[in-house]
């Protein structure tokens, strides 16, 4: 599916950051460089974590071991006992320079910079440290020690997990159109993952820095390392396992039972109406896979559908169809709630399952409006629509029009 065109609220969160690091920049070198050993050695740390930040993967925060080391630089008050004077303007300052740095590799590579990404960064540590940097300052936390102080880390390091995860919804939701509630859910469920690991590893690296110094570093950003290594293996995994299932969903195109990409564009409509009626992140991946596949019943034939066109056989052909394909996908070991979505896509529509409602108009849209002209599509949907009545759900069509709606809208400014 086209993305949506990037919105007034992406251009305001890159334009605040971007003026954020301006004016950074250039505090800093008006008052000069504050503790530069240690400005230095969060530099370089942070350098180290965007140079091995994961490059193509679509992972929540493709820079652990970075975020962790700003978010402590952010929070750092004292360095082996003894005061530090950094303020905020320094701490987006070295935040954005070993960004930059640490990017420039990817860059040559032809990867490219990614902005939202850098965005975020530099408006979520500029949060942290604007909560932090000038209260310690001002000796507001004098009387704060042992786990008091821990306890109060914790607390700002979580506003500034909220702060980020507000963001990186409105981005999405920006340059995509898709409702913001859903976005900001999973990306509150995804702070249990990753994001959890690298507040904790700020809060360690800030504590043990200021008992310690900077020896700590090292020893501290290990675990997360290691957690970056393990996730980066389970991302393969997973990109492994959606290629495997891929491949089976092609399975009746070789054969000749469906047209050539049908399981694919009915698997990216699904997520996209999906997306639009709120689904999570979990029940998204259930209903991409649900619709790769949802044809592979077809294999049982003898003879093939005309067109794979099972929107006009008759119920308790499709049925059969489906029930077959469920069979077909617990085989392959796919998780039990897809071969379900393939089981009930052609139950009475009161009693399926929304992501079974989703496949099945999704699916008849796709096959009423292939090779049909120009007008095939609004045929098409005209046609759910007055099916609505019993064999499709309303909200699902009506879902269905407002993402081919935006798609059109994106295609006509694009043009």
Known sequence: MSAARPGWILVLIHASAALLGVVSLVGTL??????????????????????????????????????????????????????????????????????????????????????????????????????????????????????????????????????????????????????????????????????????????VMALAVAVVGLWALPVFCLPLLLTQLSFRRYAAVRATYRQTIASLARATEVAGYTPAGHARRVAALSVAVGRDLGLSGTELTVLEYAALMHDIGQLSLVDPVPSGATADLSAAEQRRIALLGGAVVRQTGVDGSVAVVVERQADPCREQPVAARIVRAVNAYEEKAQGTGPEGPLKALEELRLGTAGDYAPEVVEALARVLSRDCLTLGRAG
């Open 30 to 203: 008006w008052n000069g460089l504050e503790e530069r050993p240690v400005a230095l050695a969060f530099g370089l740390l942070i350098t180290v974590g965007e140079f091995t930040r994961w490059t193509g993967a679509q992972v929540r925060e493709a820079a652990p071991l970075g975020a962790a080391g700003a978010l402590s630089y952010a929070l750092l008050g004292e360095d082996a006992g003894q005061p530090t004077h950094h303020g905020v303007l320094q701490v987006v300052t070295i935040v954005v320079i070993a960004a930059l740095l640490g990017g420039a590799p990817h860059i040559a590579r032809g990867r490219g910079l990614e902005p939202d990404q850098l965005a975020r960064r530099v408006l979520t540590v500029g949060f942290a440290a604007v909560c932090f940097q000038p209260l310690y300052n001002r000796g507001f936390f004098d009387e704060w020690s042992g786990a008091a102080y821990a306890l109060l880390l914790i607390a700002l390091l979580a506003l500034t997990a909220l702060c980020d995860a507000v963001l990186a919804a409105a981005l999405a939701h920006s340059r995509t159109g898709w409702p913001f509630g859903p976005l900001l859910r999973d990306e509150m469920r995804a702070l249990l993952g990753i994001g959890s690991a690298v507040c904790a590893t700020g809060a």
